[in-house]
């Protein structure tokens, strides 16, 4: 039987420290929030490996290391109010809530919705929600946000995403419209979107971030 809490601690020593992030926040959510909890059926085992976690239909859970250097260029703060993007079932989107003042979260799948939603609950994640929808379309009722976090590849960035975010807001991606993919922070000054190169990272293009719509900053 695993022992899921000695598998976080690992995961941490192991793949987050070791890749230069050392925020606080970061790490602190990343030993509390049980990840097995938001994998799909039969891979909880597999939670903490160095590698994706295919969530099917072209859909992964990003890597703890991408994810947590992704989570260090996005700079979330505990006053925040976070935009999380497809979620897939939900582990980001806890992580989140751990490090921010509030997290609304859009996944466009609705059976992952549902799971996400109903896994944020049984932890009495309070300052969270989920809801299905569009992620490219973001979430313009309720923001706009500090930050946005997208957990996937873009070939474009919506140009409703950028109008949902404050002046000096961050939204991470792993930018896929070239040949070799990169996490890249954009942050938001005057009417444009102002990009810095994270590192390099691969991930599956999400729907709606497709490059045939062309780039609108």
Do not use: C, W
């Not at 049980?34 to 992964?60: C, D, H, K, W």
């Not at 996005?74 to 997290?103: E, N, Q, W």
């Amino acid at each position: 039987m695993t022992d899921f809490a000695a598998a976080r601690t690992i995961m941490v020593d192991r793949q987050v420290r070791p890749s230069d992030v050392t925020s606080f926040p970061i790490i602190d959510a990343m030993l509390r929030i049980p990840r097995e909890r938001f994998a799909p059926p039969g891979q909880q085992n597999v939670a903490y490996a160095e590698t994706p976690i295919s969530l099917g239909a072209g859909r992964e859970m990003l890597e703890p290391r991408a994810f947590a250097k992704m989570l260090d260029g996005a700079r979330i703060g505990p006053d925040d109010f976070v935009l999380d993007l497809a979620p897939g079932l939900g582990y980001s989107t806890a992580v989140i809530a751990a490090m921010a003042a509030a997290v609304i979260a859009v996944e466009p799948d609705e059976g992952m919705a549902a799971s996400a939603s109903a896994a944020v609950e049984a932890l009495e994640i309070d300052n969270a929600m989920v809801r299905q929808g569009d992620a490219a379309a973001g979430d313009a009722e309720h923001g706009p946000f500090d930050a946005i976090f997208v957990n996937g590849g873009v070939s474009r960035i919506p140009k409703a995403l950028g109008d949902q975010l404050k002046e000096g807001g961050r939204l991470v991606a792993v930018d896929m419209s070239a040949a070799s993919g990169r996490a890249v922070v954009y942050v938001r000054v005057g009417d444009q979107l102002q990009p810095r190169r994270l590192f390099d990272a691969m991930a599956p293009v999400l729907p709606g971030f497709e490059a045939d719509e062309g780039f609108s900053f």
